[in-house]
């Protein structure tokens, strides 16, 4: 019988964001048998008395206080002043373990460090600390305990990256700033190791064999973890779709290195020039990744449809497939249209796109019909040269095959809520709130200056939002239309509630299709691991309900930093054009001045308000065309000004 050692505890409660757990939780964790659980309330009663633990809200286990590690957010105070606010300095923002990120200035025989964060003072450096250091360097900081009599913050430089406003320096930067991080602990490692890289034969009886069957993938071009694959069948009564998905739950077991490193992380974070993986790449691009012609475990969702498209029954279990083909979106529509070289190899397959486009076109038709709001705003794609520099950033095309897929995960996404839903276990879903009264008045409001008009009603729905989307398509207003319809709706985020999802016009969602990137998939996949084996769910409501929080604030980094990176690529881009003149069209108009899309290069800038003279007595609308000037592009402030030229 295993026991676990007091550290193994620590480390457990460390890396969960030192949250609160039961003990039930902590021996799940740690894979501990459920006899073994009164030893490990005499561990955790003996880490109590000697102050490594505290027992906290309703009899759960926290590390004791004097035990954690550095608060990211430290508040250092210094004796009382007669003024404030220097008796007091509350850090917040780019903080982690007391360290900041800031950009280095000589000044004299001394130098300081101006934080990134506007919000926190300048850190004073000792003359010894800046002998080796070149001006306008961008660094790590350490901050000291205290601030000095003058009201100044002391540290010390603890990491050189390289010169501020420089593009590779800002990429590092911004890696720093969120700690995000390629790498991947020892401890991992070591647990890497161990996985073994065949399937045993017993593991695959268990599971049904659909190893025959013709499944693959479709993905980008540049995709190289491949979590989802699809099959269909005809039947008499219309269709049978099959959609794989790889079960990481079977790899990642609960409580290891892996797992918490995984659950801290929470998503994995896409950029434009690289992937931060959720998991190392062994399991991301390799065991998990249903790559072709080789065997992989998989869960599946196995739904039946009607001839008119409807969902008629679902069964969800583990299986084993071998891929078919490694297909791109691109080459499915080529293929499909007969205007691609079909490989050997792959004609079996072009019949079952034909089902598969077929029960597509079907599905879509129906999920129009009740209401389902259909956006199509491209997303930036970034062309590069030889080098890897980017040269161009051109709006990303969408065609059939996207939708496709999409459409297919949506409605194994769906199964699977249902079946958790009927099932009554504690879980994660997908939910997304209907807008706030506040946010409909503006959005009619805003829609109106566009000439276009919502129901006068207060109840609006997604067949009035889903019309005037419509009504814009083609037209000069669409992005306006589309950006200001997406400002108003909620923030889609994860729950314990099974409750609607507005934008998709659902009433049971969850996320099941990318365990290899999000979190909450993988506790999807654990949840049916029990259902299937008829066992008692492997987390209680408290322990669903956290990680559903802490995954919704990590998808909402993740977006910040996605964000953050793909203006640093655009700035960079836009650098050659300063002093230039562009046609553009206002996106958004704000307290501080509006932003403005350069319609040729699909870049977005700032004219701050103080540049436009008689600001107040001015109207601007979005959508409204306007002729600008580029006249900076500022790495460090990751953005680009313009002026207004008329």
Known sequence: MRVPKPKEILRLLKSSNDRPMRSKEISNRLGMPKEARPILKKILRKMISQGKLARVDGGKYAVSEDKKASPKTNEYMDKPKPKPPSSSVRLTGVIKDGKIIGKFVRTGKTGKIIPRDGLIPHIILQPSEIKQLRNHSLVVAELHNKISRSGRLRGSVVEVLGKAGDLDTEKKGLLVEYDLSNEFPADILRELNKISDRIPNTEVKRRVDLRKNTIFTIDGEDAKDFDDAVGIQRTRSGYKLLVCIADVSYYVRMGDAIDNEALSRGTSVYLPDRVIPMLSEKLSNDLCS???????????????????????????????????????????????????????????????????????????????????????????????????????????????????????????NVAVASYLCDSKVPSIYRIHETPDPESLVKLKEGLKKLGYMLSASEDINTFDIQRIINQSKG?????????????????????????????????????????????????????????????????DEKTVEWIAEHSSKRERLANVVEREAMSLERTQLMKPYIGEEFEGIVISVLPFGMFVEIKEMFVEGLIPKDSITNWRNRWFDIGQKVKIKVVAANLEKRGITLNLVS
């Open 475 to 539: 037209k000069n207003e669409e992005v306006p239309v589309n950006m200001l319809i997406l400002r108003s709706l909620k923030r889609a985020y994860y729950s314990t509630l099974d409750e609607e999802h507005f934008g998709l016009a659902l009433v049971h969602y969850t996320h099941f299709t990318s365990p290899i990137r999000r979190y909450p998939d993988l506790i999807v996949h654990r949840m049916i691991n029990s259902l299937l084996l008829k066992k008692s769910p492997p987390y």
């Open 290 to 412: 249903l790559v072709p012609y080789e065997d992989r475990l998989t869960k599946t969702a196995e739904m039946d449809f009607n001839q008119k498209g409807d969902m008629i029954g679902f069964k969800i279990y583990n299986s084993v497939i071998n891929s078919s083909a490694r297909l791109t979106y691109t080459e499915v529509v080529e293929n499909l249209s007969k205007k691609g070289q079909i490989p050997q190899g792959q004609k079996h397959i072009i019949p079952v796109l034909r089902i598969m486009k077929e029960l597509y076109e079907k599905i879509r038709k129906l999920r129009i019909k009740s209401g389902k709001l259909d956006f199509d705003i491209p997303e930036p794609n970034l062309v590069r040269d030889e080098l890897g520099r980017v040269v161009d950033v051109i709006k990303s095309k969408r065609n059939f095959a996207h939708e496709m897929i999409e459409e297919f995960m949506i409605a194994a």
